[in-house]
């Protein structure tokens, strides 16, 4: 392991920025223990979003086959550079996560001879590309989202804040049950492997952190697939008065009290049941039935 991190003083020198979430993890330990806990080997083509001054990337170039980086700050470029410069297996690109075509990223691992090749629909599905992050928290949720729906990515490791965390994997009947679990749900099984202090950090955020695991499902390559957007649909609707009983919450949204009645009746739902009672395959029970009365109307 190249031992020569040398960039402190221009480290010190460096100006946060709290509008890109530029919170920096301090702890050595802990950035050995994100990258134990990712499980990525030799064998690994990993995606970094954020690699700030490079101090987890060294972690995860340790480990994987290639890493590519991807960092919207141009300023951090010079001591990122210079952090990583004792590795061969990085890329890094200066770019807007939320806004690079993913196309790019995954040609970067194929300059490097990496057989790449279109994810394809069924059971066997390969996904070549492993995601580990300490998000940047103004955008954890379009960041998840867009790796969830990405077919080349099968497992992300990512650092969130410990309440997102606790929305991501809250089971059924909590009160951070909601659309995030859903929809992680709906692409991966989660898990939440460790909270995170705040004091981990420079500068040191307002909140504790956790690092959530997401292994993606095999299926659900066709991410405009027509039930997907039904079914969030009808979750949205469900969920957008939570304190309320979810056949009213439904029936406000448009959906046929008749209906509702009775495929509540067929499912076996008590008729006071709320949003948060309903786990994901319940909802897409309960969608299948409310599509069949449509069709026999
Ligand atoms: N990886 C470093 C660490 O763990 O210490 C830094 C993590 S810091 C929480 C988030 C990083 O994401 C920052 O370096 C920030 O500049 C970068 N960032 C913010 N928005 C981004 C975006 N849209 N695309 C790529 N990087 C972004």
Same mark, same amino acid.
């Given at each position: 392991?190249?031992?020569?991190?040398?960039?402190?003083?221009?480290?010190?020198?460096?100006?946060?920025?709290?509008?890109?979430?530029?919170?920096?993890?301090?702890?050595?330990?802990?950035?050995?223990?994100?990258?134990? =806990?990712?499980?990525?080997?030799?064998?690994?083509?990993?995606?970094?979003?954020?690699?700030?001054?490079?101090?987890?990337?060294?972690?995860?170039?340790?480990?994987?086959?290639?890493?590519?980086?991807?960092?919207?700050?141009?300023?951090?470029?010079?001591?990122?550079?210079?952090?990583?410069?004792?590795?061969?297996?990085?890329?890094?690109?200066?770019?807007?996560?939320?806004?690079?075509?993913?196309?790019?990223?995954?040609?970067?691992?194929?300059?490097?001879?990496?057989?790449?090749?279109?994810?394809?629909?069924?059971?066997?599905?390969?996904?070549?590309?492993?995601?580990?992050?300490?998000?940047?928290?103004?955008?954890?949720?379009?960041?998840?989202?867009?790796?969830?729906?990405?077919?080349?990515?099968?497992?992300?490791?990512?650092?969130?804040?410990?309440?997102?965390?606790?929305?991501?994997?809250?089971?059924?009947?909590?009160?951070?049950?909601?659309?995030?679990?859903?929809?992680?749900?709906?692409?991966?099984?989660?898990?939440?492997?460790?909270?995170?202090?705040?004091?981990?950090?420079?500068?040191?955020?307002?909140?504790?952190?956790?690092?959530?695991?997401?292994?993606?499902?095999?299926?659900?390559?066709?991410?405009?697939?027509?039930?997907?957007?039904?079914?969030?649909?009808?979750?949205?609707?469900?969920?957008?008065?939570?304190?309320?009983?979810?056949?009213?919450?439904?029936?406000?949204?448009?959906?046929?009290?008749?209906?509702?009645?009775?495929?509540?009746?067929?499912?076996?739902?008590?008729?006071?049941?709320?949003? =948060?009672?309903?786990?994901?395959?319940?909802?897409?029970?309960?969608?299948?039935?409310?599509?069949?009365?449509?069709?026999?109307?």
């Amino acid at each position: 392991m190249p031992t020569n991190f040398s960039a402190k003083n221009k480290m010190n020198k460096f100006k946060h920025k709290h509008s890109l979430g530029q919170n920096f993890i301090t702890d050595e330990f802990l950035l050995e223990d994100i990258a134990d =806990e990712s499980g990525i080997t030799k064998d690994d083509y990993v995606l970094e979003i954020g690699p700030g001054n490079g101090a987890l990337t060294r972690c995860l170039c340790d480990r994987a086959k290639y890493v590519v980086a991807v960092e919207i700050d141009k300023t951090l470029l010079p001591l990122l550079k210079s952090n990583l410069k004792d590795y061969k297996n990085v890329s890094i690109i200066n770019a807007d996560f939320l806004n690079y075509d993913f196309q790019n990223i995954i040609n970067e691992f194929k300059e490097t001879g990496a057989n790449i090749t279109s994810p394809t629909v069924g059971a066997d599905i390969i996904r070549p590309i492993k995601v580990v992050a300490n998000l940047p928290y103004y955008i954890t949720s379009p960041i998840i989202q867009n790796l969830l729906q990405n077919p080349y990515i099968s497992d992300m490791t990512l650092m969130v804040q410990k309440e997102v965390a606790e929305r991501i994997v809250a089971d059924p009947n909590t009160k951070d049950f909601g659309i995030l679990t859903l929809a992680c749900n709906y692409f991966a099984d989660t898990e939440m492997i460790m909270i995170v202090s705040k004091d981990c950090f420079f500068p040191k955020p307002k909140v504790d952190s956790a690092v959530v695991y997401f292994k993606k499902h095999f299926s659900h390559t066709n991410y405009s697939d027509n039930n997907y957007e039904k079914l969030f649909k009808l979750i949205k609707a469900s969920f957008a008065q939570r304190r309320k009983k979810l056949l009213n919450s439904l029936i406000n949204a448009g959906y046929s009290k008749e209906v509702l009645i009775s495929a509540f009746d067929k499912l076996h739902f008590d008729e006071n049941v709320r949003a =948060e009672n309903l786990s994901l395959d319940d909802y897409k029970n309960l969608l299948t039935l409310l599509c069949s009365y449509s069709y026999n109307e």
